[in-house]
């Protein structure tokens, strides 16, 4: 049912690389969000975006950062990967609070 | 701070068996929306049921229904004739007027038993 994907599924990544997870979707949402997932599986908003050239940090610092230039794409960037930053990413879209659409989410490992 | 609480970190149920899990939110605002989500071993986020804050009689999705007692600020899931699948993570969720995305609770975590 949900047109929104994420890639990749996993990324196993040395300490200090720079990483960009993606996320699309297909549906013309102008909302899109990322959430963290930790461990003990709690989720986090880190970033969300209204629209294109829109985007707001969320509850949870993140040393991430985002980018809306087109209005089906909404990726997350880490400019130096570490260790604290492994976790699951989760990606969502949405037209209003009626429902979110989530994608099946990249679960990042940092060694 | 508007915030959710799943006071039950993990929940068992016998195949078959009903199972009610529980859900509270503290808000001062009176147009929201309350959402439980199930996240299955595969991590993807799959909506359960939906319920208006401005509407007064339960929500219900087939085995699926909810107890939502708006004065005592409670979201409450009843899962019936429980089965296998119906093992996983399971978030309540608030998204007030006032919001600008979606609040989670921490989860609990269903187990079925055979």
């Known amino acids: 049912e949900a047109d929104i994907y994420q890639t990749p599924r996993y990324l196993v990544i040395g300490t200090g690389k720079k990483i960009t997870l993606e996320c699309s979707q297909t549906?013309?949402?102008?909302?899109m969000y990322w959430y963290q997932q930790d461990p003990g599986m709690e989720l986090h908003l880190i970033h969300y975006?209204?629209?294109?050239?829109?985007?707001e940090k969320g509850d949870l610092s993140s040393e991430s950062t985002v980018s809306r230039i087109r209005t089906e794409h909404f990726p997350l960037t880490l400019e130096s990967a570490r260790p604290s930053h492994t976790s699951q990413y989760l990606c969502a879209s949405s037209v209003n609070r009626e429902k979110l659409f989530f994608g099946s989410g990249t679960q990042l490992s940092v060694l | 701070a508007q915030t959710v609480t799943q006071s039950q970190p993990e929940m068992s149920v016998q195949e078959a068996e009903t199972v009610t899990l529980s859900c509270t939110y503290d808000t001062s605002e009176s147009d929201y929306y309350l959402f439980w989500y199930k996240q299955p071993p595969s991590r993807q986020m799959i909506l359960v049921i939906r319920q208006e804050a401005y509407k007064q009689q339960n929500a219900t999705e087939n085995r699926f229904s909810v107890n939502f007692q708006k004065a005592a600020k409670s979201f409450s899931l009843k899962i019936s004739d429980s089965q296998l699948g119906d093992a996983a993570m399971y978030f309540c969720a608030f998204w007030p007027n006032s919001g600008y995305a979606l609040n989670f609770g921490k989860g609990t975590s269903l187990l079925v038993t055979p």
């Open positions: 975006s209204y629209g294109v050239n829109s985007t």
């Open positions: 549906m013309g949402h102008d909302k």
